[in-house]
């Protein structure tokens, strides 16, 4: 027997969003696309190396030790680049290291290895570069630029760039959304004069400063950021201001933060990324480019799986890690996969062995585009099935998560019934969990 059941706590809490829009190119422009797709998307995957002396390359060690020599000369000769501070009582450092190897700090030697890879173990060139920053840092006041707050920036900078989880390896997780720059006031007192252009670039500096905060430079530490930038709703490539800033942008820190990204994840590429992606390369190295993945709207959170756990992924993404969500901890709710083969369908089973329990779920589908409906079937073969969701199809590469809940009045099990109807596989993402109702609660 069933009966149909509509509480408000069945309401699905999350819809379609709008279909991205981009203008459609010529069919020449489809191949250069294309083309230029391939080039980006397949080039070598960058891969951390360790920071353990014992694990360093003969040439290797020897670099670091040549630059450890010079730094300590330079100190003795000129007095110029470790020189004691204004209460001459501590070494200059960078990112709170000192920069002295005699101080006997285990993260000194991981900020050197930084600058020697950038420079592939050049000392010379490893060194000039340490001396810029150092000095760029200095007339830039980068070192108190977490003390002035975003209101000194701007609130509209922080909706465009934040820190938020860590990947499977650990590294933080920086957010780099220049959609935020969309609207034409906005964009027009960002980029349309120095004094927005400058504050832009102080943004991305201070998102740097933030997120390296978080790093663990020691040896075996977690001492590099994944960065994402989502370019939905970006500026066009059309206004040279923007081209400008962001090729400084880019510059900057490839300058000035060697070896603090592990990898670049371009996200709902437009047509003209590729274009700007041409005039960037010959600024960037072979290292950084190794860094970046390029990915299409429709491949995004396929994408991001690779690299970030589904529930530390924004729902936006169409992951399931929702702001402030109250529901579920990240102890609890461990996310699970059922794959459902083409022209066929998969259930969920969600226990509930007392009365008055609160069962709750989240999931996902790769590529959507299936039919869900769930139902309440009761212990007592003699009770009612309740439908909890009739029957309906969800779709489209924007769908956000479907969470659901249900209040059991006996015993039983909610089951959640997806039907692929696709000729491809689909990959299911769920998680749940069970709360006691206490006494004297509605």
Known sequence: MTVEFKPEQTEMLASPAKEEEHPKPTAAEENRLVESQDTVEKRPSFKEESNFLSDLKDH??????????????????????????????????????????????ECTDVVLLKFLRARDFKVKDAFDMLRNTLLWRKENRVDSILGEGEGELGEEFGKAGFIDGVDRDGHPICYNVLGA?????????????????????????????????????????????????????????????????????????QDNYPELVARNIVINAPFWYYALNA??????????????????????????????????????????????????????GKVLELSIKASSFGTIEIPAHEARETLLWDFVVLGWEVNYKAEFVPADEGSYTVIVQKGRKIGGSQEEPIRNSYRNTEPGKIVLTIENSGLKKKRIFYRFKVKTVLSGES
């Open 60 to 105: 290797e060690r020897k670099a670091l030790f040549e630059l450890q020599n010079k730094l300590e000369l330079q100190h003795i000769a000129e007095e110029k680049l470790l020189r004691k501070d204004a209460n001459g009582d501590r070494d200059l450092s960078i990112w709170g290291v000192p920069l002295s190897s005699n101080n006997g700090n």
């Open 181 to 253: 720059f969309q609207d034409a006031e906005m964009s027009n007192m960002v980029f349309g004069s120095d004094e927005g252009r400058k504050k832009f670039l102080r943004s991305r500096v201070r998102l740097m400063e933030q997120g390296i905060k978080a790093l663990d430079m020691r040896p075996g530490g977690v001492s590099s950021l994944l960065h994402v930038t989502d370019l939905k709703d970006a500026l066009g490539f059309s206004k040279k201001e923007v081209r400008d800033t962001i090729k400084q942008a880019v510059q900057l820190l």
């Open 279 to 332: 005039i960037l390369n010959p600024f960037l190295t072979q290292r950084t480019r190794s860094k970046f993945v390029v990915v299409r709207p429709a491949k995004v959170t396929e994408t991001l799986l690779r690299y970030i756990p589904l529930e530390a992924i924004p729902t936006h993404y169409g992951g399931l890690k929702r702001e402030n969500d109250i529901e579920f901890s990240r102890e609890e």
